[in-house]
DNA sequence: ATGCTTCCGTGACTTGGAGTCATCCATGAG
DNA sequence: CTCATGGATGACTCCAAGTCACGGAAGCAT
């Protein structure tokens, strides 16, 4: 195509000839750790591949002959970070029972308790989320949709083949809304950076949390939901509502 | 509260004590044109702050002189961008007469159009949105919710007073849904244009483009929207689905 | 006009962190 | 013990954000 191939092209170095090394792993798994700390602890911006060598004791350069630049690192970090997170489908086995509805309630109640024992993980979902660079984003968001850490495909399966979720609706669209909303959701619940609009008010008040959370499955499930009676959410306040709705429904025809 | 007032408090320096001369502002504003551009073009981190002032011909200093940093830069250029964006009700009055989710639909289908001719301050917003830092995420929300530049609050109000949105609901809660979802659903949209490897499937495939804003509205629909008879949109292939479920609803009872 | 003041623009300079590389060293194979 | 390989090192380069002392321009007063 272009120009003249005058020299023979040397064979491609620095490729993996054999397996690394074990030592050579377990220092990768460190690296990532502490790397996942300080991210979480700093932002991207303010952590400095420098502070996290020293905290480690070992030199700069290592952590760039293993990942190659800082956002290879954070990448890294990134995809330990999701990877770590339950899928929908780990909820027990009686709330899975309950059914679909029942397991998005169950997640969405322990995002708060998970958050405070566990924050470092969710700090750095976030932060690849929004706070890198679109670049990187672009590579997060093939890895989110080939690797589905959070098993929302089997998880709307899971739906369908209860009946629970509608199906008349291209399956894409259900697992992009429910990752939408879902993602959106627990971010406003989380952070007050994120979302002033729907939290602001109640730093201290659980029960109207729990309350908005009903209020968004309730919507969640108009939006996706099949109707019948089996999809009914078990929970009391909506399945009152859902029925308050269908005599609404049934007197306007 | 804190210390002792030991020195009379200088009185603090670096305040305009006067409106800045109307030449200040001009430069101001060619400045952020100017950014704006090298912004959309490169991306946040790659645009050089010393690029921009050669492109202007001015000194580097000059432009941290108005803005402090290229966080503030960007951040006027975010600003800016947002706000030439059409509100929800500037659509026509027609479309406005017809109903809520008629406006909806008007938008959507000229998102791909507005992004053919005006890309670069659609380009900004995503930066904005997904490519800088949580930090600067913080203040574009915080601003977003102060000024509510899409006029969202204002549009649901509408649909509300036109009966065709649920009155059960927070309004907050029904403004983030719309907030959430829209915004996705035209990335989603939009970056299958610019970015072929994430939607590659239906590139050139116009007409199932607008099958999916169908079934993106009704879902919206059915989540948010009232059940009256002037609540169903306008849209034939809608109104077919909704009057369906009717029917199913009422057969189930 | 002449001086005075305040603001604006300038570009050389400082700061500091990402990324590199020649060299060293630890380890395993023969 | 020697050699070969590849990980580890840290001083070094590069580069872009951000600073600042200065000079000049524009308003203001006399």
Redesign the interface.
């Known amino acids: 195509m272009s120009g003249i191939a005058s020299n023979p092209v040397e064979p491609p170095r620095y490729i993996r000839h054999q397996a690394p090394r074990p030592r050579s792993e377990a220092k990768r798994s460190h690296i990532i750790d502490a790397a996942m700390r300080h991210f979480a602890e700093n932002?991207?911006?303010a952590a400095r591949v420098g502070d996290i060598a020293a905290t480690l004791g070992i030199a700069k350069g290592s952590i760039f002959q293993h990942f190659g630049s800082k956002d290879g690192l954070f990448f890294e970090v990134y995809k330990r970070a999701v990877r770590s997170f339950s899928k929908y489908l780990d909820a027990p086995a009686d709330v899975r029972a309950a059914g679909f509805f029942d397991v998005l309630y169950y997640w969405l109640v322990r995002t708060e308790h998970m958050l405070r024992e566990d924050w470092i993980p969710y700090r750095i979902s976030?932060?690849g989320?929004?706070?890198?660079?679109?670049?990187l984003?672009?590579e997060i968001?093939?890895f989110l949709?080939t690797e589905d850490p959070y098993g929302t495909g089997a998880f709307v399966r899971f739906g369908l083949e209860r009946g629970e979720l509608r199906k008349?609706?291209?399956i894409e669209?259900i697992v992009?809304?429910l990752d939408?909303?879902m993602e959106?959701f627990q971010d406003?619940l989380l952070t007050a950076?994120?979302?002033?609009?729907?939290f602001r008010r109640q730093g201290e008040m659980p029960e109207k949390k729990e309350a908005?959370i009903r209020?968004?499955l309730e919507?969640?499930q108009?939006?996706?939901g099949a109707?019948?009676?089996s999809s009914v959410h078990s929970n009391r306040q909506i399945r009152r509502?859902a029925a308050a709705?269908?005599v609404?429904?049934?007197k306007?025809?």
Chains 1, 2 share one sequence.
């Open positions: 932002g991207y911006h976030l932060l989320n929004y706070g890198t660079d679109l670049v984003k672009r968001n093939r949709t008349d609706m291209d669209m992009s809304i939408w909303t959106r406003a950076e994120l979302d002033p609009g729907l908005r209020q968004f919507v969640l108009r939006a996706v109707v019948s009676a509502i709705d269908l609404a429904r049934t306007m025809s």
